[in-house]
């Protein structure tokens, strides 16, 4: 297929300056550029010092407005987030979607705004542990991605993260056969929505991902890469993850 691994990392609301310390040790650790992408999405207000330090690293948002300026006081743009640095942005990730109620129409206009300024977007869907156990989960990724999915989607452009919500952060992984049928799902109905790019964007799956596991993770089908929380704050920690993915 030719997709090249990609371990992204979201700090989500954690990290000061004496945080990109991590950024320097990880950097360090690597004799040679690892054999995979590298993304790490820190607060905004890290996101142009994170670009000064990370040599290779691509630094991007958590999250962006659709609009590129105007009156949305403790917002920030996909053009503002350009101009710090930044080459991508998470959207639609579950805590946006439950902590801010965001619908699909929502994350897929902030997706549009991504590339409007250059960036990446790294779309997330995903399913409640109440959805799973209801049997729903299929279509509930489904529905998400039909939705929060726009047209001008590319491999360019466009990275897709599936994270099973209840598996963020609590330490339940579902099973290695749980995360192929999820993932070949998902393939398929890109192809039915995007036949032309849907070989070319990239799936990540991101759910308690660490050292550990990642490897078995990566070599999951059509799992290409992850989206990683806790273990990416520290440098020992997603160092693994980036071998993992550098190996797989």
């Known amino acids: ?72 006081t403790g917002d920030i743009s996909a053009e503002q987030l350009a101009d710090a640095g930044a080459s991508a942005v998470i959207v639609g990730h579950s805590e946006r979607r439950a902590d801010h109620g965001e619908s699909d129409a929502e994350v897929a206009a902030k997706a549009e705004a991504a590339w409007r300024a250059g960036l990446t977007a790294v779309i997330c869907v995903g399913e409640t542990e109440a959805e799973r156990d209801a049997g729903e989960a ?40 749980d995360i192929a049928e999820m993932h070949d799902y998902m393939r398929a109905e890109l192809a039915k929505s995007h036949p032309a790019e849907a070989q070319n964007i990239r799936f990540l799956y991101g759910g308690s991902v660490k050292p550990t596991n990642a490897a078995e993770i990566f070599a999951v089908s059509n799992v290409d890469g992850a989206l990683v ?20």
């Open 138 to 177: 299929l279509s509930i990724v489904g529905g998400q991605m039909a939705g929060s999915i726009p047209a001008g989607a590319t491999g360019a452009n466009t990275v897709l993260a599936y994270e099973p919500v209840w598996a963020i952060g609590t330490g339940k992984v579902p099973t290695l056969e």
């Open 229 to 248: 929380g806790g273990a990416s704050l520290k440098a020992a920690d997603f160092g693994g993850i980036i071998k993992a993915a550098s190996e797989a």
């Open 1 to 72: 297929m030719g997709r090249k691994k990609l371990a992204a990392g979201n700090w989500k609301m954690n990290g000061v300056k004496a945080s990109l310390g991590e950024i320097e040790a990880l950097v360090s650790a690597f004799t040679a550029p690892p054999n995979c992408d590298v993304l790490i999405c820190p607060p905004a207000t890290l996101v142009s010092a994170m670009v000064a330090v990370s040599r290779g690293i691509s630094i991007g948002g958590q999250d962006c407005h659709a609009n590129a300026s105007g009156a949305h």
